[in-house]
């Protein structure tokens, strides 16, 4: 074992020994500079240096899968068209594009297979499900059918039904467990800790995911030494994932990818400076 001089000891007190580089995720691609959902704003958010991309998706009435977080076509589109009720040939003529800028005029929806196309190697990808169970087999088919290892996906979703379904019949695949936090009058914040990890192994998920408002470190260690993973969205301030950095996050979204990335960045280089 190395001995460390006492200024070492010093510094690392500073650092959390757990805070080792969280992945970046583009939630819903670098959906700042580009339509959210699209191929166009998954391709910025590798130039921008991202990790992984985050991805909504849900199931058409002829059973393919599109990009989408809504349940209908109203925002990204101004046309409104529920998902589950209409074919992916009518959807594929809208443009989801003109509601963010001019310079995307005529994008269209993207399938789960043409987004599965532009993950590089190394990179990965967080598919939420916006749905119901009915998804799980097409899903299940497109990632069999896809080029990408099984560490390159994470499945994520609110639906503990669907986490546990999901986990059941694809145990190697990584799905988490999704949930934001509310206070109550009597100012206890909901879900507990214990309410969380009690619903973590009924589930058999492989790790929580959650907003970072009304979240502390405390619960962040008990999730992690109980053998799951966390992580943190959306996050789009340095100080914020700076701070989920140390209490070590595995991942952290974000819609502006590039900027949370090169701070982190920096922020290395600062503490190697010292």
């Known amino acids: ?114 987004v599965f196309a532009i993950i590089p190697e190394q990179k990965s990808i967080y598919i939420e499900i916006k749905c119901g169970s009915e998804i799980i087999p097409v899903l299940l088919e497109e990632i069999e059918k896809s080029n990408l290892k099984y560490e390159q996906v994470v499945v994520i979703c609110f639906n503990k039904k669907i986490v546990q379904e999901l986990k059941a019949k694809a145990p190697e695949i990584k799905v988490l467990w999704l949930s934001g936090f509310k206070k109550d009058k009597s100012g206890n914040i909901h879900p507990s800790p214990e309410t969380v990890l009690t619903t973590l192994k009924q589930i058999k998920a492989d790790g929580f995911s959650s907003t970072h408002e009304m979240i502390d470190e405390d619960l962040i260690k008990k999730i992690t030494n109980h053998g799951y993973e966390y992580h943190v969205w959306t996050v789009d301030e340095a100080k914020v994932a700076r701070r989920f950095k140390r209490w070590g996050a595995k991942s952290i979204s974000t819609n502006v990818p590039g900027y949370i990335r090169k701070n982190l960045v920096e922020q290395d280089a600062v503490i190697k400076s010292r």
Not at 59 to 72: A, E, F, Q, S, Y
């Open 1 to 114: 074992m190395k001995i460390f001089k006492i200024a070492s000891m010093m510094m690392l007190a500073c650092v959390s020994i757990d805070a080792e580089e969280p992945m970046i995720v583009a939630h819903r691609g670098a959906s700042r500079v580009a339509p959210e959902n699209t191929i166009p704003a998954f391709k910025r958010a590798w130039q921008q240096g991202a990790d992984a991309i985050e991805a909504d998706f849900h199931l058409t009435k002829d059973g393919h899968i599109v990009c989408i977080h809504d349940r209908n076509t109203q925002k990204v589109s101004g046309v409104n068209l529920v998902v589950r009720s209409v074919a992916l040939a009518e959807l594929r003529r809208l443009d989801v594009g003109l509601s963010h800028s001019k310079a995307y005029r005529g994008t269209v929806m993207p399938t789960i297979e043409e």
